[in-house]
């Protein structure tokens, strides 16, 4: 999968030179937390937050009136507090990589290129939708978590446990286990009950760590 999968193209973009409070009230009016910035030629220059846009407006306890107020945030330019330094990815970039780029730089979303171009932005909740399809938690089953060796063939071991059980693997998440010595591997299962897989899965694993049915 790649971020061109998954992120809303084309982009909700505003202009430099645009209000800064009129980027805001269009920030509420799509529901998003972030735009691309973009000068007359489309070119990506910036990216700005909700919480830029939060920050440079006046706080509650001002002294200053409504008129004054109103005068003021109309001077202010999406340029004067966009973030200038845009960290960007490929839209052939693999989701995995995007989202330890935003974990790594603690931001929230990524405009994205195409040959230079901007084509669409990827955020974290682009990031937790596809989370939510990796362990198949829209669909209904078996829930199934087990610690396995790291030795080669491990998994290809439990897999074909929960096949000869009769069981059809919906979804399948491999993650850190208690030690470097083994990985917790979460899946979703349908066709076949609770009592069987602990049965036909219990030889292959160090440990079964949970099994509950799931309906949706």
């Known amino acids: 999968m790649f971020v061109a999968d998954r992120m809303s193209s084309p982009p909700i973009?505003?202009?430099?030179?645009?209000?800064?409070?009129?980027a805001l009230n269009l920030m509420k009016k799509e529901g998003v937390r972030r735009f691309p910035v973009?000068?007359?030629?489309?070119?990506?220059?910036?990216?700005?937050s909700e919480s830029d846009l939060l920050h440079a407006s006046p706080s509650d306890a001002t002294t200053l009136s409504v008129w004054e107020?109103?005068?003021m945030l109309s001077k202010i330019k999406v340029k004067d507090v966009m973030t200038k330094k845009v960290i960007t990815v490929n839209a052939d970039t693999p989701i995995e990589e995007a989202a330890r780029?935003?974990?790594?730089?603690?931001?929230?979303?990524?405009?994205?290129?195409?040959?230079?171009?901007?084509?669409?932005?990827?955020?974290?909740?682009?990031?937790?939708?596809?989370?939510?399809?990796?362990l198949g938690a829209r669909q209904s089953g078996v829930r199934l978590s087990v610690?396995?060796?790291?030795?080669?063939?491990?998994?290809?071991k439990l897999t074909k446990a929960i096949f000869d059980a009769g069981g059809d693997i919906l979804a399948l998440g491999t993650f850190m286990g208690e030690s470097s010595e083994n990985s917790e591997i979460v899946l979703k299962v349908s066709g076949v009950n609770e009592a069987d897989l602990q049965t036909a899965v219990q030889p292959v694993s160090e440990k079964i760590i949970d099994l509950r049915e799931m309906r949706i």
């Open 13 to 22: 973009t505003v202009h430099h030179n645009d209000p800064m409070q009129e």
């Open 38 to 48: 973009v000068d007359k030629e489309g070119k990506l220059v910036g990216i700005i």
């Open 69 to 71: 107020m109103n005068y």
């Open 101 to 134: 780029v935003m974990n790594d730089h603690k931001i929230g979303g990524l405009p994205v290129l195409n040959q230079g171009k901007l084509v669409g932005i990827i955020t974290e909740t682009d990031l937790f939708k596809i989370f939510l399809e990796l």
């Open 147 to 156: 610690l396995v060796p790291n030795v080669p063939g491990e998994l290809a």
